[in-house]
């Protein structure tokens, strides 16, 4: 990894300038952060789009997975699940249950709520798209020795628990 300044630094540079009085330390690890998101989203984009897929199929899929056998969900618990509004889930189910992915089903006793479960090919799908995935993230963590990796998983858990409610 190269330690050469880079189009961040000269972000910096430039608020030091312009606001010398403003401490701009931030937007070292906020700025970098936020192009490595950008990078890792435009990766995962190319890899499911190789595959006639998107993020919210995926997402879909690979919440119902996760969720064991018999990788089925009330709308309700995809919604918690995946952390999007219920509309957003419905339009998602409505797509892959249009491509043979998903199918709604009817909860006995209550018609008001609605299952929805991976079909044969969904479930296979959701295999093939997080291999897919996986191996597309792999390849955008190669600069990264082994070492590195461990440190930046330590860091961003710390980090990550100490934002959460009560860290």
Known sequence: ?????????????????????????????????????????????VALAAENSDRATFDLLATLRRAGSPYRMTVGELQRASLVTTGAITQRVERAEAAGLVQRAAVPGDGRKVTVGLTATGFEASARLLRTVLAAEEAALKPLADADRERLVALLRGWSSALEPGG
């Open 1 to 45: 990894m190269s330690s050469a300044s880079d189009r961040v630094d000269a972000v910096q540079a430039a608020w030091r300038r312009e606001l010398p009085d403003v401490d701009v330390g931030s937007i070292g690890i906020v700025g970098r952060l936020v192009e490595v998101v950008h990078h890792i989203e435009r990766v995962r984009a």
